[in-house]
């Protein structure tokens, strides 16, 4: 038995325990903060001893799991964690994961949702579960189409600054439907208000009569990975169902799933 910092006996087994506890205490302060933090404001906000959270932190720099600043005296995330984030990733399926997400959407609002990613400027739909409604659209799982026509590719072309937009369709924007975005001009002041409100709308801009609504899901970097969207038929899409329903339930969704990706929303 020995005596922790307040006197208590404690077994050395417990000690173990404590340290392991600290030390992820650590990286997980680290991660919460974009700037470095020096060895007083970790200790001070873990309220631990600057003596044991000085020997975790010279253990973590040691793995490369924390990154010491000798010129301000300060941490960061070492490349380690990066490497096992970026590995943890790769395992993930968004088609998988997603499904017990769409499928909830789908239940709650019953229209059909869908996940997919834009790659180089197009929108590849992964997964998709269907309504039971009478009236629904033709299955997209696999359909290649442009980024800028889509609200799920609007929605990832949003977290791109305007300069990436104007290299990525620097060939200018072909349209699919009448009211497709006929200028890079015109889609930059689209991006612009979906970074305001947070979510895309496709108003008969892939598909004559439909209308989507879709939101991004971000990773570890802060950067849209995928996205999350619903479709349905024009007449099942008013602006307030749209407003007050279907965008705050695909925005809570969305979140959940960046956090399955890594995201912190202090990026």
Known sequence: MINDANGIKRAKTDYKVFAVSNTIA???????????????????????????????????????????????????????????????????????????????????????SYVGIVDNGTVVYLNMVDTSKPIRLKPRVGHIGHAYATAIGKAQLAKLDNQEIEILFRDGLQPVTENTVKSITDLIKELDLIREIGYAIDNEEFEQDVVCVAVPIMDFMGKATAGIGVSAPKVRMSNDRIVNEIAPLLIKKAMQLSFKFGYSESK
Do not use: C, M, W
């Open 26 to 112: 650590i990286l997980e302060l680290l991660g919460e903060y974009e700037h470095e933090l020096t060895l007083s404001e970790i200790s001070d906000r873990l309220s631990l001893t600057k003596s044991n959270t000085s020997k975790l932190l010279a253990t973590l720099e040691h793995f490369d799991y924390v990154e010491y600043n000798r010129n301000n005296d300060s941490f960061t995330l070492g490349v380690k964690t990066f490497q096992i984030a970026q590995t943890y990733i790769k395992k993930l399926n968004i088609a998988e994961i997603s499904y017990p997400y769409l499928k909830e959407i789908t239940d709650i609002l019953d229209e059909s």
